[in-house]
């Protein structure tokens, strides 16, 4: 790894960081949400509305797959 590597690593990690401070109640739900949620079969739906008001939603079907990639992405955060 790079040291150029090394500082965007650490830029994101300080972005996250800032994430949680400014919305301290998501990273609740996401956890409760992966101890009780995850299994293949659950249907993830996102909404997401503009400030003027326009709404785009997606949905997706968990698969074996992406439950292996949740856990991944779990552990990389203890």
Same mark, same amino acid.
């Given at each position: $790894?790079? =040291?150029?590597?090394?500082? $965007? =690593?650490?830029?994101?990690?300080? +972005?996250?960081?800032?994430?949680?401070?400014?919305? /301290?109640?998501?990273?609740?739900? *996401?956890?409760? *949400? +992966?101890?009780?949620? =995850?299994?293949?079969?659950? *249907?993830?739906?996102?909404? *997401?509305?503009? /400030?003027?008001?326009?709404?785009?939603? +997606?949905?997706?079907? =968990?698969?074996?797959?992406?439950?292996?990639?949740?856990?991944?992405?779990?552990?990389?955060?203890?």
């Amino acid at each position: $790894m790079n =040291l150029n590597q090394i500082a $965007m =690593l650490q830029k994101f990690k300080s +972005s996250i960081d800032q994430f949680r401070n400014n919305h /301290p109640k998501f990273p609740l739900f *996401v956890k409760a *949400v +992966s101890q009780d949620a =995850l299994t293949e079969g659950t *249907v993830i739906e996102i909404t *997401v509305t503009s /400030p003027e008001g326009k709404n785009y939603t +997606s949905n997706i079907k =968990l698969k074996a797959d992406d439950i292996e990639l949740m856990k991944m992405i779990q552990q990389m955060n203890p």
